[in-house]
Structure formats: structure tokens, C-alpha cells
């Protein structure tokens, strides 16, 4: 026995209805992405990991203390004590964490003038500059030290906006 009509109008409204969903499920494919999104700058707590995953120690967090009186730049920095990687004593050091690139290079030279207040020798001054980030502190700093907080900057920083 074949179907009546109204069974044959069912199966092919059911087909169509398939197929659609089929189409909208292969055309949502198309905007999937498959490459990892490019990665963004990390908030204290991710730079500070990839400063202790390089086996630098930090001790004494203190947020909101640029090392100067410069109310724009407590906003952004974070003071603590790093050793370690031939660092046998702990160095002070400031983290100004900016916003994004703009707000870095707007702010960026103010460091330099806020630093005066913190350092008591001008040629042993160091700094790591990562956008957004700016990392500075008395030096000198031991080799391995410094350049496992370059590396962390570099590696929080992500794209750097």
C-alpha cells in the first residue's frame, strides 16, 4: 500500500527540514576558527608565574606603590622583592602594568622621572620594557636574573596591545 498524500507531503516536509538544518550545520562551520586566538597581555597574576616559573622568588606585593608620588602611575604599579638566578639579595623592583599600548606610550617617560625618587645609582638603573608592561628597579641585576624577567615579560605581554 502506498502512502496518502498527506503521509508523502510529511516525509518530504521532514527531508526538507533535514537538509536545511544539514546546511545551517555545515555553513556554522565556516566560522569556527582553528587557530588560537592571539594571545593578550596577562594580569599581574599570570606575569608574576612566568616570573617564578623561571625560578625567580617574590616576596613583598605591594600594589599601588610606583616608588615616587606620581598619582597616574600608582594606578598601574605593583612593588616587590625579587631573588634568585644569582640574585643572591632581594632587589626591589616596580611593575607598571598599563591598560593597553596607548596608555603605555603615553605614560612611559613618566617612569624615567618617577625612578629618580627610587634610585640611588643611575648607572646601575634597570628596566625591562614589554607594551604594556615596564619593569624597573635599582641595579645591577645578577645576568640570569634579568634575563628570566625578560623573558617573562616578554612571554606576559602577548601581542603587547
Known amino acids: ?5 498527506a503521509g508523502r507531503f510529511v516525509a518530504r516536509a521532514s527531508a526538507a527540514v533535514a537538509i ?3 546546511a545551517i550545520i555545515v555553513a556554522a562551520c565556516g566560522f569556527v576558527s582553528t587557530t588560537p586566538p592571539a594571545p593578550t597581555p596577562a594580569d599581574f597574576q599570570g606575569i608574576a608565574g ?6 625567580v622568588v617574590i616576596e ?7 616608588g615616587c608620588d606620581d598619582p597616574d602611575l600608582a594606578r598601574t604599579a605593583i612593588r616587590f622583592d625579587a631573588s634568585g ?3 643572591a639579595e632581594p632587589m626591589t623592583v616596580y611593575l607598571y602594568i598599563f591598560r593597553n599600548r596607548d596608555a603605555y606610550e ?3 617617560s613618566t617612569i624615567d622621572a618617577c625612578a629618580r625618587a627610587y634610585v640611588t645609582d643611575p648607572d646601575t638603573f634597570e628596566s625591562v620594557e614589554m607594551s604594556p608592561f615596564v619593569l624597573a628597579g635599582q641595579g645591577p641585576w645578577a645576568d640570569g636574573f634579568g634575563a628570566a624577567l625578560r623573558e617573562a615579560l616578554v612571554v606576559a605581554a ?3 596591545d
Open 106 to 108: 603615553r605614560l612611559r
Open 20 to 22: 536545511g538544518l544539514a
Open 1 to 5: 500500500m502506498s502512502p496518502s498524500p
Open 158 to 160: 602577548g601581542t603587547g
Open 85 to 87: 638566578l644569582g640574585q
Open 50 to 55: 612566568e616570573i617564578v616559573r623561571r625560578g
Open 60 to 66: 613583598r606585593i605591594v600594589s599601588g606603590d610606583p
